[in-house]
């Protein structure tokens, strides 16, 4: 059974940093590309980064630059997300998925862990 679970949220004021991470367990995690996404209250789900097999390529949202960094460690089974300087329209739950390498679709998706960013 394939399990990704979210940590690192919780309620920071603006400016902190945060790091979230997601532990998977159940599937071969190198052979995935992940991803984090987030949604805020009222509004849709929004891609925020996602890294390919290996750690050897990044991408964020392009509103999103220069605040996010999305890592991997395989050793870990681990996918973070930094996020630097938040800002209180980062409030949101945020959720990591993965897919298989070379598809579009993320198949798996963990539970979300909530930001609060008081301003």
């Known amino acids: 059974q394939v399990q990704l679970v979210e940590s690192g949220g919780g309620l920071v004021q603006a400016g902190d940093s945060l790091r979230l991470s997601c532990a998977a367990s159940?599937?071969?995690?190198?052979?995935?590309?992940l991803g984090w996404f987030r949604q805020a209250p009222g509004k849709e789900r929004e891609f925020v980064a996602t890294?390919?097999?290996?750690?050897?390529?990044?991408s964020d949202a392009d509103s999103l630059k220069g605040r996010f960094t999305i890592s991997r460690d395989d050793a870990k089974n681990t996918v973070y997300l930094q996020i630097n300087n938040l800002k209180p329209e980062d409030t949101a739950v945020y959720y990591c998925?993965?897919?298989?390498?070379?598809?579009?679709?993320?198949?798996?998706w963990g539970q979300g862990t909530q930001v609060t960013v008081s301003s």
């Open positions: 998925a993965a897919r298989r390498v070379g598809a579009q679709e993320y198949l798996y």
């Open positions: 159940g599937l071969p995690f190198s052979s995935y590309a």
């Open positions: 890294i390919s097999r290996f750690g050897s390529s990044t």
